[in-house]
Nanobody, 115 residues
Framework: QVQLVESGGGLVQPGGSLRLSCAAS????????MGWYRQGLGKQRELVAR???????NYADSVKGRFTISRDNAKNTVYLQMNSLKPEDTAVYYC?????????WGQGTQVTVSS
């Protein structure tokens, strides 16, 4: 069983930055592919970024060049650095862990981009 706890959300002005963190409990964190998803009001949940066990990454086109996902296996934590934020980035951001058909979700953290 893996528990994921996100932090770092909040209100930021357009053009600003935030860093989200996701702390994972349990063992074998390094064996999990980790990801960040988001869900805006009235929208479907969508992938934002993923980082694999090899530390390879992929990103949604809408965030390429602005967001960076990273992981610290020693701290069982995955991060999402978000720069040049736009109002359309407003959403609840969820941490996700996947390994061998098992997946886990965090409770989500709200990010609001508004002036």
């Amino acid at each position: 069983q893996v528990q994921l706890v996100e932090s770092g959300g909040g209100l930021v002005q357009p053009g600003g930055s935030l860093r989200l963190s996701c702390a994972a409990s349990g063992n074998f964190f390094s064996a999990y592919a980790m990801g960040w998803y988001r869900q805006g009001l009235g929208k479907q949940r969508e992938l934002v970024a993923r980082i694999f066990t090899t530390s390879g990454t992929n990103y949604a086109d809408s965030v390429k060049g602005r967001f960076t996902i990273s992981r610290d296996n020693a701290k069982n934590t995955v991060y999402l650095q978000m720069n040049s934020l736009k109002p359309e980035d407003t959403a609840v951001y969820y941490c996700h862990a996947y390994r061998g058909g098992q997946e886990y979700w965090g409770q989500g953290t709200q990010v609001t981009v508004s002036s």
